[in-house]
């Protein structure tokens, strides 16, 4: 079992920058993705990066360019550096994991990017 435990949310001004952190209780140096979703009100719960464990990423297009999808393995943690923050990505923000076929999440952490 993999528990995630996300931080670094908060309340920025539209252009500021935020780092999330997503610490998981047992070695990640072995699973091989990990993501970054986030969840609007009234909305579906969308893809925002990957990380594989060859360090390669990918990036849901609205945010390209502006975030980066990191991990520390000898601290089982991921982290976004999320800069140049717009309204629109106001969100809860989860760490995921899959671990064969069983979904693993945090509990979320609110980004509120104000105009």
């Known amino acids: 079992q993999v528990q995630l435990v996300e931080s670094g949310g908060g309340l920025v001004q539209a252009g500021g920058s935020l780092r999330l952190s997503c610490a998981a209780s047992t070695s990640i140096f072995r699973i091989n993705v990990m993501d970054w979703y986030r969840q609007a009100p009234g909305k579906q719960r969308d893809l925002v990066a990957t990380i594989t464990s060859g360090g390669s990423t990918n990036y849901a297009d609205s945010v390209k360019g502006r975030f980066t999808i990191s991990r520390d393995n000898a601290r089982n943690t991921v982290y976004l550096q999320m800069n140049s923050l717009k309204p629109e990505d106001t969100a809860v923000y989860y760490c995921?994991?899959?671990?064969?076929?069983?979904?693993?999440w945090g509990q979320g952490t609110q980004v509120t990017v104000s105009s």
């Open positions: 995921h994991t899959k671990v064969y076929v069983v979904d693993y």
